[in-house]
């Protein structure tokens, strides 16, 4: 048997045993989507779609050039613009044909072009790798400050999950240990994605915890935090969150929701829909939120989700949906929390398949164990 049929994909294979497998063909596909979604907005895919195949590639590729070409900054158009013009203008001599000064110099206009544009492609993969370099050290950063996936709380079970789509992202997923006997989990979600979101995360996740320790109340925590966001935040920019404070000695959850999706409580083989909370943090402010309290007994559930899971799409475009989400929750009812939890990650990337992650994942579920 040959060996290299057993190594993962891309280590030690050939590009032609990549390409008999597919993956080339696969990840050029995918590399062409990327290109698409980035350069083309939705409006204009709209559009595209009541054209014919012809007209529609002809104008994709003038659009995508484009968009391309205005993304650069402005010496680097007058670079490409004048590589390009060197090239076209550049005659093609042959010995036989001209004199060896016409040779040079058309051959060393053809070489200026071709530096010129190489000199654009080298100076936007600097700026890429530069920015790619800064985006790990910040999912780094996201990483450490994650909780562990299953804290221990007497009296629960809890199981945490968070994967951004891209390198840093927009969820948040935090336990705090209040004092001896209370914990605080949080799930918040910031609008918009990528690397502004994710440092609205990080100012949100340092503000609650260094608040919710002194505050007994969850409204007045709620409040407070807003007034923060609303104060030094940016405009157009919130963030939905639930906090969750549970006790070791009592089987009363307390939580307020600030514009996030509604808590699912998996009871007696079925499914509640907890209440809509209030606006998100850094809408409106002055907003006054509610605390709700939900008293669970030994095996029930409590799950909190970002709308990342239930608006996971396939290649087809088609969303995992709330319908698809509550009937694997209520089929998960009564097992451990690490099992609803890895089950629903699993489906959700068997629905996705291929295609790209589209938003951040986020999980939280508690139950009561005693």
């Given at each position: 048997m040959n060996q290299q049929s057993t190594q993962e994909p891309g280590l030690g294979r050939t590009l032609w045993e990549d390409v008999r497998k597919g993956d080339f063909f696969s990840d050029l596909r995918d590399e062409t989507r990327d290109i698409r979604d980035f350069y083309i907005t939705q409006d204009k895919r709209d559009e595209l779609m009541k054209m014919g195949r012809f007209k529609r590639w002809f104008v994709l590729t003038w659009w995508i050039l484009k968009s391309m070409f205005y993304k650069l900054t402005?010496?680097?158009?007058?670079?490409?613009?004048?590589?390009l013009i060197l090239i076209v203008s550049a005659r093609v001599v042959t010995p036989g044909n001209g004199s060896d000064v016409d040779i040079q110099y058309e051959g060393a206009r053809l070489f200026l072009g071709l530096a010129g544009i190489i000199l654009v492609l080298l100076l936007e993969l600097k700026d890429k790798l530069l920015a790619h370099s800064e985006l790990q050290a910040g999912r780094a950063v996201q990483k450490a400050m994650n909780p562990e996936r299953s804290p221990l709380v007497p009296g629960w079970s809890v199981w945490l999950f968070t994967?951004?789509?891209?390198?840093?992202?927009?969820?948040?997923?935090?336990?705090m240990k209040l004092d001896g006997e209370r914990f605080g989990i949080t799930v918040g979600d910031v609008a918009g994605k990528g690397l502004g979101a994710a440092l609205l995360m990080v100012k949100i996740q340092a503000t609650l915890r260094a608040l919710a320790p002194d505050y007994e109340s969850l409204t007045s925590l709620a409040r407070k935090v807003n007034e923060i966001l609303s104060r030094d935040g940016i405009p157009s920019r919130f963030a939905s969150l639930i906090f969750v404070h549970l006790s070791s000695a009592s089987g009363t959850i307390r939580y307020i929701n600030a514009g996030h999706m509604p808590p699912l409580l998996l009871r007696n083989g079925g499914i509640i829909e907890m209440e809509k909370g209030e606006p998100a943090l850094g809408l409106a402010p002055g907003t006054t939120y509610t605390e709700h309290q939900l008293k669970l007994s030994a095996g029930e559930t409590l799950l909190l989700y970002s709308d990342g899971i239930i608006e996971a799409q396939n290649l087809q475009g088609e969303f995992f949906g709330t319908e698809r989400f509550k009937a694997l929750c209520r089929s998960l009812a009564g097992a451990t929390p690490s099992t609803v939890g890895e089950r629903i990650i699993a489906e959700v990337e068997l629905f996705v398949g291929q295609a790209r992650g589209s938003d951040d994942l986020s999980l939280a579920i508690i139950q009561r164990s005693v």
């Open positions: 402005p010496a680097r158009r007058i670079l490409l613009v004048a590589g994967r951004p789509a891209n390198e840093v992202g927009g969820d948040l997923v935090d336990f």
